[in-house]
């Protein structure tokens, strides 16, 4: 038996000297339960103010609760899928990613990305081995993972990725680039792969701008706990070979100017703000970012693909949603623009685009 | 005889005054709060029943009888669960 916090290996702490402090200090910022949450800063926030015998509201203690519960569910599902399955099998983002934290349950998932050579080999494979499938798979045609897999009493799904999530106006790096790129993962787990650490920086970066672009710092702190020195240059080439450099350097001097010192960028000037202000995005920022974020990070070649996606998908309904439900939650969002973008959330309900 | 928590497939996180542990053998989560924390990490390192109740009995002031059918009950209850080392 051992306690989750023995189950990680040794990269710990590989980012710079007073990156951490820099971050406690984002928290400590945080105007609001509901900003920390939006930033998904709420674990470090607990992790922090308790070791600084601060006392931890009943609220967070229920997300460490959620967060220890998923962490320590991790291991096992991540052993029981690398028995199942034949062939190299990819852990993206969660539980890798919580290795380069100083507390890794400080750093909250809600489920495990797996990429595989052959994803609907690997989902068979899985669910011979007794993992369900919890929806139907005609309703993820298309999508970048197949349907995702529970294994009964565990509430951690595993997703098993066909490609990254990325911005529809990224080109995607096939797997077989990003499998010549692995790394044994970090969790320990034998035969287990994971991207090289330049590699991942950049799958989380544009994971980032696929679900809120530059909306969340915890997003950004994903992004620089990822990077040591020695591995800026690395990421800096592939994202110019992946033809990602625009995203890649917003995204870059963004974190830099959080969390290094670094010179405020013109997003953290203008529509970014929230981000140094710790604060959750009103109603109409969130629409902002969704314009403003190709306009600085997509390619010109990239840029009408991208804004033109913006406006399909805004004025779309929801997958499900009938138009004049579709409608009614328009108006709204036009009374709430200047609301909290979570107190919005709880009168209309949770975007499926958005997770 | 000396009590001991099962050496696999238990993994446990305390957060504050509660242990939260997944049994991932029968995929089962438990809560741990009150006396049964301090009684959880002795029993991490293995204690017969009247160690056990020793240390109730210097943490929490109470008499000998009471402290006993704590342990009694806390131990039967890892033992259903199967919990304890063979």
């Known amino acids: 038996m051992e306690s989750v916090d023995a189950d990680v290996s040794t990269v710990r702490g590989v980012a710079a000297a007073g990156f951490w402090d820099e971050v406690n200090a984002l928290v400590d910022r945080a105007t609001s339960l509901d900003a920390l949450r939006a930033h998904r800063l709420q674990l470090l926030a607990a992790s922090l103010w308790r070791s600084t015998g601060r006392p931890v509201p009943i609220e967070l203690r229920d997300d460490e609760r959620r967060g220890a519960m998923l962490a320590m569910a991790a291991p096992g599902l991540l052993r029981r899928a690398r028995a199942a399955c034949d062939g190299r099998l990819m852990l993206m983002k969660g539980p890798e990613v919580a290795c380069r934290y100083p507390d890794p349950a400080a750093r909250y998932f809600g489920d495990l990305d797996l990429l595989s050579d052959d994803p609907r080999a690997t989902q068979r494979a899985l669910v011979a081995a007794g993992f369900v499938e919890l929806e139907s798979p005609e309703d993820w045609v298309g999508k970048h993972h197949l349907p995702p897999l529970a294994w009964p009493g565990i509430p951690l799904a595993i997703e098993v990725h066909r490609g990254p999530k990325l911005p529809g106006w990224l080109a995607a790096p096939t797997t077989e680039e990003l499998m010549a790129l692995a790394v044994p993962s970090a969790t320990g787990i034998d035969g287990l792969l994971a991207p090289a650490p330049a590699a991942h920086a950049l799958m989380l970066a544009a994971h980032g701008w696929a679900h809120r672009p530059l909306g969340r710092l915890g997003d950004l702190i994903d992004v620089a706990a990822m990077l040591t020195e020695d591995e800026r240059a690395p990421a800096a080439e592939l994202a110019h070979r992946w033809g990602w450099s625009r995203m890649w350097t917003t995204t870059l001097k963004s974190a830099d100017a959080l969390l290094r010192h670094g010179r405020a960028t013109l997003p953290l000037r203008t529509w970014g703000r929230y981000l140094n202000q710790v604060r959750d995005l009103s109603v109409i920022e969130f629409h902002v970012i969704q314009i403003a974020g190709p306009l600085f990070a997509a390619s010109l070649r990239e840029l009408p693909g991208a804004l033109g996606g913006v406006v399909a998908q805004t004025a779309s309904p929801w997958p499900g949603e009938t138009w004049g439900a579709k409608l009614t939650r328009s108006r709204k969002a036009v009374v709430h623009a200047f609301s909290d973008q979570a107190d919005h959330d709880r009168q209309v309900g949770h975007n499926p685009w958005r997770r | ?86």
């Open chain 2, 1 to 86: 005889m000396t009590f001991r928590l099962r050496s696999d497939e238990l993994e446990w996180k305390q957060i504050d005054d509660e242990i939260v542990a997944l049994d991932t053998r029968r995929a089962e989560y438990l809560s741990i709060e009150g006396s049964g924390v301090s009684l959880w990490h002795a029993l991490q390192a293995g204690a017969t029943r009247s160690e056990l109740a020793a240390s109730l009995i210097a943490r929490y002031g109470i008499d000998e009888t009471r402290a006993g059918a704590d342990v009694d009950v806390f131990l039967d209850d890892l033992a259903q669960k199967g919990l304890l080392a063979e």
